[in-house]
T-cell receptor
C-alpha cells in the first residue's frame, strides 16, 4: 500500500523569504504522479504543481518548485519569495498510473508573516 | 469560478434526516470523486466515478450513497448519519485521457460542503 508522509505539521516563514515543505512517500510502483495541493482558509483545494515520476527534471511553476528524489522517495516543495497569500494548508499527494485513487498526506500548515 | 461547484456550502442535519450533497463540474472532465476531510486526518477517498461508472467504493458505510447521473453531476445522498460523520466533504474532478488509462492532470476541487450532524 502507498503512503504519504508530511513530517511538518506547521511551519512559518517571513514574507519574501524561501521555505521548503517536506514530503516522503512509499510505493513499489515505478510509474506514478506526485502533486502538491494548497488549501487556503477559503477551503478551495488548488493544484500547485505536478510531477511525473518518469521525468527526472524537477517541475517548476513560477515561485513554486519541487525537489524530486525518486530513489529516496522524497518530493519537497520550495516556495520562493513567500507572499501573504501563500498562507494555507499544503498537501502532498501520490497517484499511481494504475488507479484513480490519490493518496494525500496529512498536510503542513504554512503561515507567512508580514 | 473554479469549474467545480458544490452545494450547499454548509449543512446541519439531525441523525434521522435525509439530505443530499450536489457537485457539478463544467470542465468537461470524465472522472469525479468524493473525499471526506476531517480535522487532523488525511483526506479520505470515498467514491470514484469514471465515465459515470463507479470504479471505487472505499469501504464507505451504506448511509452514504453516491449517484452520478452524467459526467457533469455527482451527488452524495445521506441518511441516518452519525455525529462522527461531521466533516468537510469535497468533490473533485479530473480528466482521464483514456477510459482504461490512469493518465490524469490532477484534480480540480470544489469548495466543499461543511456537514454537521447533530
Amino acid at each position: 500500500a502507498q503512503t504519504v508522509t508530511q513530517s511538518q505539521p506547521e511551519m512559518s516563514v517571513q514574507e519574501a523569504e524561501t521555505v521548503t515543505l517536506s514530503c516522503t512517500y512509499d510505493t513499489s510502483e515505478n510509474n506514478y504522479y506526485l502533486f502538491w495541493y494548497k488549501q487556503p482558509p477559503s477551503r478551495q483545494m488548488i493544484l500547485v504543481i505536478r510531477q511525473e515520476a518518469y521525468k527526472q527534471q524537477n517541475a517548476t511553476e513560477n515561485r513554486f518548485s519541487v525537489n524530486f528524489q525518486k530513489a529516496a522517495k522524497s518530493f519537497s516543495l520550495k516556495i520562493s519569495d513567500s507572499q501573504l497569500g501563500d498562507t494555507a494548508m499544503y498537501f502532498c499527494a501520490f497517484m499511481t498510473t494504475g488507479g484513480f485513487k490519490t493518496i494525500f498526506g496529512a498536510g503542513t500548515r504554512l503561515f507567512v508573516k508580514a | 469560478e473554479t469549474g467545480v461547484t458544490q452545494t450547499p456550502r454548509h449543512l446541519v442535519m439531525g441523525m434521522t434526516n435525509k439530505k443530499s450533497l450536489k457537485c457539478e463540474q463544467h470542465l468537461g472532465h470524465n472522472a469525479m470523486y468524493w473525499y471526506k476531510q476531517s480535522a487532523k486526518k488525511p483526506l479520505e477517498l470515498m467514491f470514484v466515478y469514471n465515465f459515470k461508472e463507479q470504479t471505487e467504493n472505499n469501504s464507505v458505510p451504506s448511509r452514504f450513497s453516491p449517484e452520478c447521473p452524467n459526467s457533469s453531476h455527482l451527488f452524495l445522498h445521506l441518511h441516518t448519519l452519525q455525529p462522527e460523520d461531521s466533516a468537510l466533504y469535497l468533490c473533485a474532478s479530473s480528466q482521464v485521457v483514456y477510459r482504461d488509462s490512469r493518465e490524469s492532470s490532477g484534480y480540480t476541487f470544489g469548495s466543499g460542503t461543511r456537514l454537521t450532524v447533530v
